[in-house]
């Protein structure tokens, strides 16, 4: 059974820093393209950073310079390190792990991130 179970998502000021992981279970983790999305309310979903299997990582502009996407291919742990935050940045944060060869596409069950003036 394929779980990808975030946390770290809280409640922080404005300028603060925040540090999400999504644990991954029942997949070859390493194999995976791994990303996070987020969804504001009332909002579609939006792609926030993406991971290759060889560590290449891609941003969207709203949130380059600002968070930092990773992975650990031994702990099964994908990461986003979040600084700088803005009131704009608040979401639930999805975890999504996809290997296009298979058409496999996971999903995570989110994590809130409130970013407060």
């Known amino acids: 059974q394929v779980q990808l179970v975030e946390s770290g998502g809280g409640l922080v000021q404005t300028g603060g820093s925040l540090s999400l992981s999504c644990a991954a279970s029942?997949?070859?983790?390493?194999?995976?393209?791994m990303a996070w999305y987020r969804q504001a309310p009332g909002k579609e979903r939006e792609l926030v950073a993406t991971?290759?299997?060889?560590?290449?990582?891609m941003y969207a502009d709203s949130v380059k310079g600002r968070f930092t996407i990773s992975r650990d291919n031994i702990k099964n742990t994908l990461f986003l390190q979040m600084n700088s935050l803005r009131p704009e940045d608040t979401a639930v944060y999805y975890c999504?792990?996809?290997?296009?060869?298979?058409?496999?596409?996971?999903w995570g069950q989110g994590t809130q991130v409130t970013v407060f003036l």
């Open positions: 999504n792990a996809k290997y296009s060869i298979w058409k496999s596409d996971y």
């Open positions: 029942g997949i070859n983790f390493g194999i995976y393209s």
């Open positions: 991971i290759s299997t060889g560590g290449i990582t």
